[in-house]
């Protein structure tokens, strides 16, 4: 089987892990990296070989040995990128968020579309055995029916200056609550409070109300004492716990609550709590970063529609942008 020829554009704060992996898997051949920081390019290339090396992105999209590009750019950069990739006939995998709009997202499907190309976004979680697990705990109907969900991601930086930290890290927990529910939300509803710089919210509070009755809270924030990856799914039946921080990443709980039939009172009912069991799942020792470069090249190969496509990355920037007016509103609903 041949390699596939894989450029990467972007060798900052995330790249060098996506290059890793590209070096890493046998199936690949990391042929150029890109980046505007020749001190860096040069560091990088040194380190992982790559078999050319630019400053400028033009020079990737022009090579028609290059397969697929992944980009892993500044987010305001994302659109323009793929945009000249995808028209060069390049398969793309681009970090989240896809596009800082959702018409920008639509545009980058249509264009991935009518030219036949793979568009693939970074929603890295998604790939991950531990939210499989939990997705399958959702799906199987052991939990019961879902009642809420709500997800903790803090910690002291990174501190970005182009996006709040809602944008920044709330794309993971809502790419992970909709493929767990398989919906989307239909009213979003935000609090969020700048401190370091104006009008740029350090931390974010967002409840998400879906169709089937769900409600999730996402909690967001770059300035908090400790690194917190959390999130708490609470079913009638029983409650899981996702650590992503944690050796044990998933604890299901025999907990909950149910109406009983009072023995002293004949046809009288009244609400008790359980407790049962704590279980913790072996899961396997993957690296999700590793298992979404490798299905990007399964979709190349394939033409199979990748687990996170452009569609998928629309429908989080769509929940983005209803969290971000939400915010500008003081925290008035929007539906979406």
């Known amino acids: 089987m041949a390699k596939l020829n894989i450029a990467v554009i972007g060798a900052g704060y995330w790249g060098p892990n996506l290059i890793r992996n590209v070096a890493q898997i046998p199936s690949a051949q990391l042929h150029t990296i890109c980046d505007t920081d020749q001190r860096r390019l040069a560091q990088i290339a040194q380190q992982y070989a790559p078999l050319h090396q630019t400053s400028e992105p033009s020079e990737v999209f022009s090579r028609p040995d290059i397969d697929g590009v992944i980009i892993a750019t500044p987010a305001h950069t994302h659109f323009e990128i793929t945009q000249q990739a995808l028209e060069a006939g390049k398969h793309v ?23 036949h190309c793979i568009l693939m976004v970074g929603h890295v979680f998604e790939y991950n055995p531990s939210v499989h697990k939990l997705r399958d705990l959702v799906k199987s109907g052991e939990l019961g029916q879902i009642y809420y969900i709500y997800s903790t991601r803090v910690n002291l930086g990174k501190i970005r200056d182009d996006l709040n930290a809602f944008w ?6 809502v790419s992970i609550i909709n493929m767990l529910l398989d919906e989307m939300p239909r009213r979003v ?15 974010v509070f967002a409840v998400l109300e879906y169709e089937s009755g769900v409600a999730a809270h996402i909690h967001t924030s770059w300035l908090d004492p400790n690194k917190v990856r959390q999130m708490t799914v609470v079913g009638e039946k029983k ?44 899961l396997p020792t993957v690296e999700p970063l590793r298992m979404e470069v490798e299905h990007f090249l399964d979709c190349i190969r394939t033409g199979e529609t990748p687990l996170s496509d452009g569609y998928d990355g629309l429908r989080v920037v769509q929940v983005l942008e209803a969290v971000s007016e939400s915010l500008r509103k003081k925290g008035s609903p929007v539906e979406l």
């Open 189 to 203: 509803a935000a609090h969020g409070f700048s401190y370091l710089q104006p009008a740029l919210e350090d931390v």
């Open 93 to 115: 995998l681009v970090e989240k968020p896809l596009a800082l709009t959702s018409n920008d997202a639509r545009e980058l499907i249509a264009l991935a579309e009518s030219q």
């Open 239 to 282: 409650m899981v716990v996702y650590d992503d921080v944690s050796d044990n990443p998933i604890t299901i709980y025999d907990k909950g609550a149910a109406w009983v039939e009072d023995a002293s009172s004949f046809g009288i009912h009244r609400l008790q709590t359980f407790t049962g069991d704590i279980y913790i799942p072996r």
């Open 168 to 173: 920044n890290l709330a794309a993971h927990d």
